[in-house]
């Protein structure tokens, strides 16, 4: 299972950015899938996370700025994060729990690659 992520980059505070992240490979079904980030120094935290019930969770800290949603067709998920902060700049990581097969018991839980996110002030 591979999690490609994109759409990192330079935003500006107050602007907008929109990450993508496609699960791809051998995958039976995904349980949740989601966003994690980690600023130099800190350790990696949870951002937001979107299961396969539609079922949402965000952290305080992004709640009424950043939207998680999926497109199950694609196995891909989506950060659509508004009214960036110069404390978001981060390195965004995409994971997922995932099936992959149908004799599979339980969810393995995969990471993609990162993807660097800098809001300047």
């Known amino acids: 299972v591979q999690l490609q992520a994109s759409g990192g980059g330079l935003g500006q505070s107050g602007g907008s950015l929109r990450l993508s992240c496609t699960a791809s490979g051998s995958i039976f079904s995904i349980n949740a899938i989601g966003w994690y980030r980690q600023a130099p120094g800190n350790q990696r935290e949870l951002v937001a996370t979107?299961?396969?019930?539609?079922?949402?969770n965000y952290a305080d800290s992004v709640k009424g700025r950043f939207t998680i949603s999926m497109n199950n067709a694609k196995n891909t998920v989506y950060l659509q994060m508004n009214s960036l902060k110069p404390e978001d700049t981060a390195v965004y990581y995409c994971?997922?729990?995932?099936?992959?097969?149908?004799?599979?018991?339980?969810?393995?839980?995969?990471w993609g690659q990162g993807t660097q996110v800098t809001v300047s002030s």
């Open positions: 979107v299961t396969s019930a539609d079922t949402t």
């Open positions: 994971n997922a729990g995932v099936k992959v097969n149908s004799a599979s018991v339980y969810y393995q839980n995969f």
